[in-house]
């Protein structure tokens, strides 16, 4: 199920960066790091689950610095 979920969370992001990146139209920026932070959070439950903590921890941490760039983008 994380596979999965992880998997069409990054589909997401990579499509909507490559839409950003062909149109030139960088406004839905927010929304692909929304995404990025949110699969790297689906990795971190997954590292937690297989008993790897210290890459938990790191998957973690990029999640909660990417949801932070994403809201000061969101409210810039």
């Not at 990795?43 to 973690?60: G, L, P, T």
């Amino acid at each position: 199920m994380l596979l999965v979920l992880r998997i069409v969370i990054a589909a997401l992001a990579l499509s909507i960066s490559f839409w950003a990146l062909v149109t030139g139209i960088n406004d839905f920026s927010p929304y692909m790091l929304l995404f990025l932070a949110a699969m790297f959070l689906a990795i971190a439950v997954f590292e937690m689950k297989a008993k790897r903590k210290k890459n938990a921890v790191i998957s973690y941490l990029a999640s909660a610095f990417i949801f932070f760039i994403s809201f000061y983008t969101f409210l810039r």
